[in-house]
């Protein structure tokens, strides 16, 4: 089962690495933003995963959601910031 688990633990890595790539060559702003999001994503499933390994599911969720809360506010002030700018 650890085995299964770290390799799935890789193949979130290398998805996470194709956002970053999203994020650092996107072309828009928006392109941005749902790089960091679709990391945020990834790296939540990558904290319970980890509490799996680690047989510490129930701290590691309580990490998680707690990240999860952070993504959600971020992205709304984000949303907000580009709505007062004027992009649509």
């Given amino acids: 089962m650890k085995i299964f688990l770290l390799g799935v633990l890789g193949i979130l890595a290398v998805?996470?690495?194709?956002?970053l790539y999203r994020?650092?060559?996107?072309?828009?702003i928006f392109d941005r933003v749902l790089g960091l999001n679709g990391i945020s994503t990834k790296a939540i499933?990558?904290?319970v995963?980890?509490?799996a390994y680690f047989e510490r599911v129930d701290m590691f969720v309580?990490?998680?959601?707690g990240y999860?809360?952070?993504n959600l506010v971020g992205a709304l002030a984000v949303a907000k910031y580009?709505?007062?700018k004027?992009?649509?």
Avoid: F, K, R, W
Wanted: hydrophobic share 55%; glycine share 14%; aromatic share 4%.
């Fill in 23 to 28: 994020v650092l060559q996107g072309p828009t």
């Fill in 49 to 51: 995963l980890i509490g």
């Fill in 68 to 70: 999860a809360l952070l």
């Fill in 15 to 19: 998805l996470i690495g194709a956002y």
């Fill in 62 to 65: 309580d990490i998680s959601t």
């Fill in 82 to 84: 580009l709505e007062q």
């Fill in 45 to 47: 499933i990558l904290l």
């Fill in 86 to 88: 004027g992009l649509p």
